[in-house]
């Protein structure tokens, strides 16, 4: 069974890190896409930072500048260094993967919870 597992979320004061960690297990086709997204209550998700194949990131503007994402291809691993938090950070992080092979198609993972206090 084709898994997203993702960790890394937490409490942390305004202006603080994170660093957040997703992997796909259970297939050895790589992903094009693998990236985050977040969810903040009352809102609609919205793409924070993706990676196409291996070195095409895209970032929200809103992240640009204080998050970084990186990928490990060879191994369906994707990190997001959250640096310079701000309070309006704050929601479900959640990681995607997208599969063009393997008829694996979108995934998911259940999300991991990032506040950031002011």
């Known amino acids: 069974q084709v898994q997203v597992v993702e960790s890394g979320g937490g409490l942390v004061q305004a202006g603080g890190s994170l660093r957040l960690s997703c992997s796909v297990s259970?297939?050895?086709?790589?992903?094009?896409?693998m990236g985050w997204y977040r969810q903040a209550p009352g809102k609609q998700r919205e793409l924070v930072a993706r990676?196409?194949?291996?070195?095409?990131?895209n970032y929200s503007d809103f992240v640009k500048g204080r998050f970084t994402i990186s990928r490990l291809h060879t191994k369906n691993t994707v990190y997001l260094q959250m640096n310079s938090l701000k309070p309006e950070d704050t929601g479900a992080y959640y990681c995607?993967?997208?599969?063009?092979?393997?008829?694996?198609?979108?995934?998911w993972g259940q999300g991991t919870q990032v506040t950031v206090s002011s």
């Open positions: 990676v196409i194949n291996e070195d095409i990131t």
């Open positions: 259970g297939t050895l086709f790589g992903a094009k896409t």
């Open positions: 995607n993967a997208q599969f063009i092979v393997g008829r694996i198609g979108d995934l």
